[in-house]
């Protein structure tokens, strides 16, 4: 009896973590976190500098194909250059690697590279444990959402 109790508790659980919304870390309206630095390209960029009216902010991997996915539908979908101002961190081996696949892909934007990788700087202040991450800022540098993949980033721009 014992068993089957722990059993259909293991069950409730499981349903519960399963059935819960995903936990967003960045409410909107949160101011976003401030960051600067050189790109891959040598170019510096500041964030609260920025005058686009709307930053992505977007966390990736090298070699997450789920991440490729999901910037080739961004760059398909959306008008990068005029609406949005892309801004990107890159786990990689090294800055060349990012300059070779942002170029390929044929991302603009401003990309940044980190040989601390997870525990780089705007990894640790953004609280990224899992990539794709995007974080969708407005142009008074406050959080209108966050997403993990393409349909709710799409749903992210959409509601906003």
């Known amino acids: 009896m014992m068993k089957y109790k722990g059993m259909l508790l293991l069950l409730m659980m499981l349903f519960v973590a399963t059935t819960m919304p995903a936990q967003y870390l960045h409410q909107p309206g949160e101011k976003a976190v401030d960051f600067e630095g050189i790109t891959v390209d040598g170019k510096p960029y500041h964030l609260y500098e920025s005058q686009a009216e709307r930053i992505i902010v977007c966390f990736w991997s090298y070699d997450c194909d789920h991440c490729h996915d999901f910037l080739k539908s961004l760059r398909k979908h959306v008008d990068l250059k005029n609406d949005y101002e892309l801004v990107t961190f890159v786990l990689a081996d090294d800055a060349k690697q ?28 953004y609280d990224v444990n899992i990539t794709p991450t995007v974080v969708l800022i407005d142009k008074d540098k406050n959080v209108i959402g966050e997403a993990y993949d393409f349909d709710e980033f799409e749903a992210l721009i959409h509601h906003e």
């Not at 942002?102 to 202040?125: A, I, K, V």
């Open 98 to 125: 990012v300059r070779k696949k942002t170029r390929c892909m044929r991302l603009p934007g401003w990309h940044f590279f980190d040989p601390e990788g997870w525990n780089s700087q705007p990894f640790m202040d």
